[in-house]
């Protein structure tokens, strides 16, 4: 959820703290919870499943997986559909963001891909965009392509990219917050964690389950179909 505060929030008037707040809080003040999916990890032919897992209860109704669909009420992204998702025991270990932008109104050409901008947080960082754009020769037809840049993938970046909670510890000690989460947002965090539990307690949401080692419960993906759209892969663009 923060993650998505920076990547929908308005550009700060500056990269202090302060002014950076102020536009996070403003935009997490305008989010609205549509529909969400709780799951929990079952076993399969690998891993055996949460409930099964050392000092679980095993009759836990504790949640495993989550997939949210949210809208911001205000701003140039008033009503775009936001989907977040976070899971254990899923094939892939990854944080990643994909911006897809509105497909081109233009009839100038048909089969156009979608373009979609890719921000890789973890394991490696960078960012990559994949766009149309004519292939070579006299015939006049569209392919798409892809621009990657991966951060960590450079020497020079890995020797100088600090170790976890090393850049944090030298904030810390330099007296500035910019990278610490402010008391303003963890409550607003948490207020929409209740509004999470309210949603799940008003509708009877049940808890269901998936594979262990797999891309999570089949109702995720029909959140997103029921909108004609389907979850990205890292590397995957949509088409």
Known sequence: LQIMSYVVMDKPDSLNSKDMLVKQKSIMEEISLDDIVLGQYDKNEDYIGYRSEKNVNPNSQIETYAAVKVHINKGQLKNVPIYLRTGKRLTQRATY?????????????????????????????????????????????????????????????????????????????????????????????WKFGEAVRALVKRENRPLVLYPANSQGPSESDEMLQRDGFIWLDEDEISY
């Open 97 to 189: 963001i994909k911006i897809i932008f509105k497909p081109s109104s233009s009839n100038l050409y048909s089969n156009l891909h979608q373009e979609v901008i890719t921000i890789k947080v973890q394991p490696d960082e960078g960012i990559s965009l994949s766009f149309n754009a004519k292939k070579p020769g006299t015939i006049n037809t569209i392919t798409d392509v892809k621009m990657d840049f991966c951060q960590s993938c450079i020497l020079e970046n890995r020797i100088n990219t600090p170790e976890a909670y090393e850049r944090l510890l030298d904030d810390a000690f330099g007296h500035d917050d910019t990278l610490f989460t402010p008391w303003p947002i963890v409550e607003m965090s």
